[in-house]
């Protein structure tokens, strides 16, 4: 298991929120597994900065978050995409998809 | 969106705490989640759960922002706003007190007319599912009556034959004498068809309502209590339901008490059975009411439609008593607040718009308030806080004051309300209560809030949109920063103002000039000294008429030979109090008319003295005379009107006329004078033609004293109640009045708009006076620079006077053109409640333009004269 080493970048792991919710309402601790899965291991998000980041997303009102019952029956809140989100994600995709083009080309020379 | 935060923030006031435990919920939810996966991939449970905290890291800052997220900052920052708003209010005591009072009254004259239009438009009528009650009656289309009264027997076919309502009653209203057990006393009440309280949806309290069989003719023994009249005079005795009381000295078993609260029709205390039978009571006698409850689901105009369709086929089967009768069918509260409907709406607009002017003169005062406060602002912008940040302190301001000003406002409106109810001389139905409900508080916190916001943001808008530079580098004079936004916003204020109140000014005048025209009409008899009262005589006791006759020719003969009496009548309804009896006018010679043809004259009993007590000119003929008796040949006196209308250009004298059914066999009688014309039901218009018929010859238990006396009429109250309980000590009189007092209340509606227009409008007027003068006031301070350059260049005083006086006129001058064109437009309106005076009157329309115009030269002319005595040196150096 990798250990993350330095901070994602900056408004990367609000991405991979976003990206983990476009299935479906998750509670946070389902987003957290999700994106560890998504990324087969090789991620882990801490709890210290998922929360503010769900946080930080809800104020956007980019996901909202209502009570529910966990898989297991307990009550636990959870968290949905909401249209404006949806739609933030697909420029978010956009980005990061020129972001990785344009690194990599820097990257590749020499 | 501000609103919706302002929400969120509300709403987080109350869930703070709440807000707090979801947090803490939904991280004990992820430490276990995260345990139970630990202790699956083979750790301890004590190892897995210090995992799982420790990957969590600083929980509190975790929390601290999901409280933030969540509304609580909101929270906190409106505190803060709150306590610094309060603290600045505070340092300036003069100034918040101005705009709370300001506001107080604004807001208090909206929530007293408000709690007045709820107790008589809003609050529901104390039945069962209101809104599914209507009232029956018939009209006849052809003659334009809207009202005529339901027959008793077309009442049976309309009950029978409808399919529309779950059940239909009928009613009378009347007055009835309770002897024993105390004084005798007059009570009102109505006789009622079965199945009018199940309509109505109440139960008694006490025993039980009116069976069917109570209900057929000649059994009317039983009575049903209203329970104020339950506790007045049986003093709230149980045991009095199954005892037999007197009721027009005919014993009655008491067999039920309804409800606190319950009253129909309006007035009623008690409730007889109507009991009657269709040999007596034919299609041809009209004057019942009637109350139907609608099946569900069935609309008013399904009802209505169905009704006309009901009273076409009993027109058929009897055309000659229901030719041209139609039915009416009326939603029970639009039958019951017709009258006060129009009124209260347009008062509401009145009200309205004196808020609107003292939300200018507030928005006024903030903005001067605000350039003043443009260097806290700039420092409080320049160290950091947003323009958003400094806005929403501005509007927080705004409506810490305005709360304030909607509680007193809401003082204002208690005390408003009393002297409003008090203004009204005649008794209200007994649904309308007027007490501080939620609707009341809701209104008036709704309009606070609103207005807080209307006075507050555009001062807010203009002063967090500070120039740092500009401000700060001048070194903070005192609002040069202002530009020229403000100055239009001032001007606009100005302009708004004058035409505001004009519109209101206008208003009141009209609604003046109305009632003063209304006072001075001349309505056929000289009603000064001149003392009335009531005496009913109770059916059983009474019921001769010889016996009627002689009691009252008896009456007059004592009250005559009173001293301070000058001459003394009686009649049997009187003009301008309300009572009413029309009858059909047949006219010999002329086409019998179906009842729905032949028209209604208002057909009035009299003494001989009547129409001496009155000062009633008699133009042709003779009057009445003690010889006009029961044996001696018929006679009637006619109005003017009455003879212009079929003698025109001949005498009237000895022609014929009867009264009553057209088809009946009443006797002629001969027409042997002609009388001035009087209005009897309304002061404004005359509406039916009279007659007057000795009261001899068609008698009436119940009239009325007419007494002119040498000088003030009041002293005789007593001498004349005397002479009444010399002759029958058992007798009441009821409704003792001046003549004057009877006119005053027919014309209480018209006074009272009139009284409230003139109070809004002054409030209105001194409210614009006071913001034109701060406006010109604080525009000749901002120009003291200005002002002191043109003194030092050679300006005179009357120059500077000319200059300012000018710019306020200008203003003026344009808000009058603009409220001249508003008011023309919006007193429209009003026109139905005005009477000889066009809404558009003319004189009305100067007068006020003249009035604003000099009200403004004044608030003008003293900041002006202010102005001349600015010190060039002073002024400059001030620089």
């Keep these: ?110 | 969106m501000w609103l919706g935060s302002l929400y969120r923030r509300a709403l987080a006031l109350f869930r703070s705490e709440s807000i707090h435990q979801e947090i803490d919920e939904e991280i004990r939810f992820h430490i276990e989640m995260r345990t139970e996966e630990n202790v699956r991939r083979g750790m301890t449970p004590e190892e897995a759960r210090r995992d799982a905290e420790r990957r969590f890291g600083r929980i509190t800052s975790v929390k601290e922002r999901g409280y933030e997220v969540r509304g609580g900052r909101m929270l906190e920052t409106l505190w803060q706003d709150l306590r610094y708003g309060i603290r600045t209010l505070r340092k300036q005591p003069g100034f918040s007190a101005v705009v709370v009072l300001t506001l107080a009254i604004g807001i208090g004259a909206n929530s007293t007319i408000f709690s007045f239009a709820n107790g008589v438009l809003l609050r529901p009528l104390p039945y069962s599912e209101p809104e599914r009650l209507v009232l029956l009656d018939e009209t006849a289309p052809l003659r334009g009556v809207q009202s005529m009264g339901v027959s008793f027997p077309n009442f049976l076919d309309w009950r029978a034959q409808n399919k529309v309502f779950e059940d239909v009653a009928a009613y009378s209203p009347g007055t009835y004498t309770l002897v024993g057990g105390g004084e005798p006393e007059q009570a009102r009440g109505a006789r009622v068809s079965g199945g009018l309280f199940e309509i109505l949806g109440v139960a008694p309290v006490l025993g039980r309502t009116i069976s069917a069989e109570e209900d057929g003719p000649g059994s009317e023994t039983v009575v049903i209590l209203g329970h104020g009249l339950w506790q007045r005079r049986f003093g709230s005795e149980p045991g009095v339901v199954g005892s037999t009381i007197s009721i027009n000295n005919r014993p009655h078993t008491v067999i039920g008490v309804m409800p606190p609260g319950f009253k129909f029709p309006e007035v009623a205390d008690l409730w007889l059975p109507l009991a009657l039978d269709t040999q007596r009571w034919t299609r041809n006698d009209h004057g019942l009411g009637a109350v139907a409850r609608l099946k569900p689901g069935v609309s008013l105009e399904q009802a209505g439609s169905e009704m006309a369709a009901l009273a076409r086929r009993i027109e058929e089967q009897n055309p000659v008593t229901n030719e041209g009768l139609s039915v009416s069918v009326t939603d029970l509260r639009a039958g019951l607040v017709s009258d006060y409907r129009q009124a209260l709406l347009i008062l509401l607009g009145v009200v309205g718009f004196v808020l609107l002017i003292a939300c200018v003169n507030v928005a006024n005062l903030l903005l001067a308030r605000a350039s003043s406060r443009q260097k806290e602002i700039s420092i409080r912008v320049a160290l950091g806080a947003g323009r958003w940040r400094v806005f929403r302190q501005l509007v927080t301001e705004s409506l810490v004051l305005s709360a304030a000003g909607g509680a007193l406002g809401l003082v204002i409106a208690i005390w408003g309300l009393q002297l409003l109810l008090a203004a009204v001389p005649v008794e209200l139905p007994f649904w309308m209560k007027f007490d501080l409900d939620g609707r009341v508080l809701g209104f008036t916190a709704a309009v606070s809030l609103l207005t807080g916001l209307v006075f507050g943001a555009a001062p807010a808008l203009k002063a967090s949109k500070v120039d740092l530079n500009e401000t700060l580098k001048e070194g903070g004079r005192s609002g040069a920063a202002a530009g020229a936004g403000p100055k239009r916003l001032r001007s606009l204020m100005v302009v708004g103002e004058v035409a505001l109140s004009l519109v209101l000014l206008v208003g009141a005048g009209l609604m003046m000039r109305s009632f003063i025209r209304l006072q001075q009409v001349d309505v056929g008899l000289d009603p000064k000294n001149v003392l009335t009262m009531a005496v009913p005589l109770p059916g059983a006791k009474y019921r001769e008429p010889e016996r009627q006759s002689a009691f009252f020719a008896e009456l007059v003969e004592r009250v005559k030979n009173l001293p301070g009496v000058r001459a003394v009548g009686a009649v049997s309804n009187l003009p301008l109090d309300g009572s009413r009896w029309g009858r059909s006018l047949t006219v010999e010679g002329r086409p019998v008319l179906s009842v729905g043809e032949a028209p209604v004259i208002n057909h009035c009993v009299v003494t001989p003295g009547y129409f001496r007590a009155m000062n009633i000119p008699v133009l042709a003929g003779r009057e009445i005379a003690e010889s006009d008796a029961r044996e001696a040949p018929k006679v009637t006196l006619i109005d003017e009107r009455l003879a212009r209308e079929y003698w025109p250009g001949e005498s009237p004298l000895g022609k014929r006329i009867r009264f009553g059914p057209p088809e009946s066999n009443e006797p002629w009688h001969t027409v042997v004078g002609v009388v001035g014309e009087v209005r009897h039901e309304r002061p404004e218009a005359a509406t039916r033609m009279s007659v007057y018929v000795p009261y001899r010859q068609i008698t009436v238990r119940q009239m009325t004293l007419a007494v002119r006396a040498e000088g003030d009429p009041s002293g005789l109250t007593a001498a004349v109640r005397n002479q009444v309980r010399e002759l029958d000590p058992d007798q009441p009189v009821t409704g003792v009045r001046t003549m004057e007092e009877v006119i005053s209340r027919a014309i209480w509606q018209p006074r009272l708009h009139a009284i409230l227009f003139a109070v809004f409008a002054a409030v209105a007027l001194a409210l614009a006076s006071v913001g034109i003068y701060g406006v010109m006031s604080y525009t000749v301070t901002q120009r003291t620079h200005e002002i002191g350059v043109r003194v030092a260049m050679g300006a005179t005083p009357r120059d500077i006077v000319r200059l300012v006086v000018g710019q306020g006129l200008t203003l003026t001058l344009i808000g009058i053109a603009l409220g001249a064109a508003s008011a023309l437009a919006l007193t429209r309106v009003m026109s139905s409640l005005l009477f000889e005076v066009s809404a558009a009157d003319p004189a009305t329309f100067a007068a006020n333009m003249a009035l604003l115009t000099v009200m403004s030269l004044v608030a003008c002319y003293i900041p002006a004269r202010r102005a001349t005595r600015v010190d060039p040196l002073v002024a400059l150096r001030y620089e």
């Excluded at chain 1, 479906?24 to 991620?43: C, F, K, N, S, W």
């Excluded at chain 1, 978010?92 to 690194?103: G, I, M, P, Q």
């Design chain 1, 1 to 110: 298991m990798v250990r993350q080493k330095a901070d994602l970048l900056q408004g990367t792991l609000d991405m991979l929120i976003l990206k983990a919710l476009s299935t479906g309402p998750m509670h946070g601790y389902g987003v957290g597994q999700r994106i560890t899965q998504l990324a087969e291991d090789l991620l882990t998000v801490e709890e210290g900065s998922l929360y503010p980041a769900l946080y930080r997303l809800e104020e956007r009102g980019w996901i909202k978050s209502e009570w529910g019952k966990s898989e297991n029956n307990r009550r636990a809140r959870f968290y949905k995409l909401t249209a404006a989100g949806r739609k933030r994600l697909g420029v978010e995709e956009e980005n990061w998809r020129l972001l990785v083009l344009a690194v990599g080309k820097v990257m590749q020379t020499t």
